[in-house]
């Protein structure tokens, strides 16, 4: 699967040039098997060959996250607050009220949450569909998706430039914080599920 994710990149700079890049990473915004730790390095690799310029590939991919992430905000705010709450209310062990004080917690960090979001493996995409949700001010959400997406896009691109024909070992490195992150979010919801079990036998005593 690696190998056709490569190849179908190589192929979309090789036909598209930097613009191919952006749309790679537009694209891995919405479908995450496409993923930029893959497209980045091989972007930077591809700029250390001569075969494309780096501020191109930069504000390329830098454009391809800001449009993807755009359009899982449109998702977000089509949902919206109503069927979010809706939803909630079908979940398991879930209440309405574990929403809100996530829409309370998203009203008052968004903007920090959004910027260091996009540095974040999962997370980069994900957090574009509550940002929609909660109506975030577009201008906003857009300001600080580029920027937090510059400086991630700007360090795996270098990291490939830099590492040359071994620019593989960076989907290697982030790889490793992809299982943490998993890690953590399994943590979360493990003790989630403990804390409304036991609250859940409490009231029945």
């Known amino acids: 699967m690696a190998d056709g994710i490569v190849d179908w990149v190589t192929g979309l700079m090789e036909t598209l040039g930097a613009p191919g890049a952006g749309l790679a990473v537009a694209l891995e915004n919405l479908f995450p098997p496409v993923p930029s730790e893959v497209i980045l390095p091989l972007a930077g690799f591809t700029v250390s060959r001569g075969e494309l310029v780096l501020w191109q590939v930069l504000v390329w991919t830098?454009?391809?996250?800001v449009v993807g992430a755009l359009a899982l905000y449109g998702i977000g705010a089509a949902l919206g607050r109503d069927r979010m709450h809706a939803l909630a209310a079908k979940i398991p062990?879930?209440?309405?009220?574990?929403?809100r004080k996530t829409e309370d917690w998203f009203e008052r960090h968004g903007r920090k949450t959004v910027f260091f979001g996009r540095m974040v493996p999962i997370f980069r995409s994900l957090i574009?569909?509550?940002?929609?949700?909660?109506?975030m001010p577009l201008p906003a959400f857009t300001l600080f998706t580029t920027m937090g997406s510059f400086l991630w896009n700007t360090a795996l691109v270098m990291a490939g430039y830099l590492l040359g024909q071994q620019w593989s070992l960076v989907e290697q490195y982030v790889g490793v914080l992809t299982y943490v992150v998993i890690g953590l979010i399994v943590l979360a919801v493990a003790v989630f599920v403990w804390k409304r079990v036991a609250e859940g036998r409490k009231a029945r005593r």
């Not at 830098?62 to 996250?65: A, I, L, R």
């Not at 062990?93 to 929403?99: P, R």
């Not at 574009?128 to 109506?135: C, L, M, Q, Y």
């Open 93 to 99: 062990l879930v209440k309405v009220e574990d929403v």
């Open 128 to 135: 574009s569909i509550p940002a929609g949700v909660e109506r």
């Open 62 to 65: 830098t454009v391809g996250s």
